[in-house]
């Protein structure tokens, strides 16, 4: 009954969901409105030719991709008998998964969680396992799956306090959710706990660490950051801002531009979190005092700022750098992850709020590879701080690393688990 009220509510709302989707988000993002009839179902019959079965993996944006990446090459490593198909909430989900994929995977955006557009995705894709990253736990998204004997797997999950009593507030729906998991994976033992606290059995869970942690630089992306290096580095110092969101692109501006009074050489470079930020940053830097180009244009003459207005790149901009400061942390987005710029052995600089990252933040300030700042004064002075001791700067990074290479692990433990479900015996 939870759920036919829940159901009765979103196609209510359709109307204003595909104006705001179509028409607002559209607006800002034109990759909005193409693939559209996908958030309804109507996706391409799995190819009935091919003799694979499909393995369905949901990763609701570019974060998630990122960090499920090694994951599904790995998957793809142990399972070649699979075709595995990705999907996601956002265009620049969608990008992530071509530019780290390309053809090896078929991307689709997740349908809204209609009975009938969720019915249709299915009945085309036909997947044999359903693996949903973090916790986008969709109702009739994951009934469906149960009707239809898919087994549900949630990986890398996590379930803070507040979210928790989310889930308690609707307790009929979310009894049905928890019904319908087949595992789950859990980051740590109190994710774990607050999951059975919701209804979900025991034995269903297992505490793997986060797949966050099995982040390690590969060939190709070591060869792009020497590159890098030698095109920004010539010996100047080198911060990157990566993932920084409106109010706090002024701050980090207003940091660089006090930098340059000590550090006249250093060169700072912005990366914001959305793509139609890009051109509003610009537009900030054009009517300040400091002189920047585009990561775009590749016509960079020393300037004060380099604006990484590019998708898939930030990693390597993290790893060219002397220390990294990570977004949506001077104000109260709840940070995004310290992990791309540790595993490069680059020091981490935060701002306080870092809820979205509770299961790495303490380990990586208690091993000394961060250092959190209260705002864009204190900011400064730790940046000056590490320009003028370039060797606490390097141990800053050396021990970040050390905090990637402690918590590593859990991918196999993943692994191991999806495993079980793509047996004969568990078809």
């Not at 269903?204 to 630089?217: A, E, L, M, N, R």
Request: contains cysteine; charged residues 15%.
């Amino acid at each position: 009954m939870a759920r036919f009220f829940y159901s009765l509510t979103l196609y209510l709302l359709s109307p204003v969901i595909g104006f705001y989707l179509y028409v607002l988000r559209g607006k800002k993002n034109a990759g909005y409105r193409a693939h559209f009839a996908e958030r309804f179902g109507f996706i391409r019959t799995h190819n009935p030719q091919s003799k694979k079965p499909t393995i369905m993996i949901h990763c609701a944006s570019v974060g998630e991709v990122l960090a499920a990446t090694p994951l599904i090459k790995e998957l793809q490593n142990q399972q070649p008998d699979y075709s595995i198909t990705l999907t996601c909430n956002t265009p620049t989900g969608r990008e992530q998964i071509h530019a780290n994929f390309k053809d090896s995977v078929r991307c689709v955006y997740l349908p809204l969680d209609f009975p009938c557009a969720t019915a249709r995705f299915f009945k085309s894709l036909q997947p044999s396992l359903l693996c949903i990253l973090e916790t986008e736990l969709w109702p009739n998204l994951l009934a469906q799956s149960k009707q239809r004997n898919i087994p549900v797997l949630v990986l890398n999950a996590r379930l803070s306090a507040k979210s928790q009593q989310g889930y308690q507030k609707v307790a009929p729906l979310t009894r049905t959710l928890m019904n319908s998991i087949s595992a789950l994976a859990s980051h740590n033992q109190d994710d774990a706990t607050r999951f059975i606290e919701l209804g979900l059995k025991p034995e269903k869970v297992q505490v793997t660490g986060s797949i966050k942690f099995d982040i390690k630089p590969g060939a190709e992306q070591l060869l792009k950051v020497a590159t890098l290096k030698s095109q920004y580095n010539k010996q100047r110092f080198i911060w990157v801002a990566g993932s920084t969101h409106p109010i706090e692109h002024e701050l980090i501006l207003t940091a660089h531009q006090r930098l340059l009074e000590v550090a006249p050489d250093a060169l700072l470079v912005i990366a914001p979190r959305h793509p139609e930020q890009f051109d509003k940053v610009a537009a900030l830097l054009a009517s300040s005092t400091l002189s920047f180009s585009r990561r775009s244009h590749n016509n960079y003459q020393n300037e004060h700022v380099l604006l990484g207005d590019t998708l898939g790149e930030l990693q390597c901009l993290y790893g060219m750098a002397n220390i990294s400061y990570i977004g949506g942390s001077l104000i109260e987005r709840g940070g995004h992850n310290p992990l791309e710029s540790a595993a490069f052995s680059v020091g981490v600089l935060s701002g306080p709020h870092t809820y979205n990252f509770n299961h790495v933040y303490p380990e990586l300030i208690k091993l000394g590879g961060c250092i959190l700042v209260s705002d864009v004064t204190s900011l400064t002075e730790q940046l000056i701080k590490l320009y003028q001791q370039p060797v606490f700067c390097q141990q800053l990074g050396l021990q970040a690393a050390q905090c990637v290479a402690n918590n590593q692990g859990a991918i196999a433990k993943t692994i191991n688990i999806i495993n079980k479900y793509l047996e004969p015996h568990n078809d």
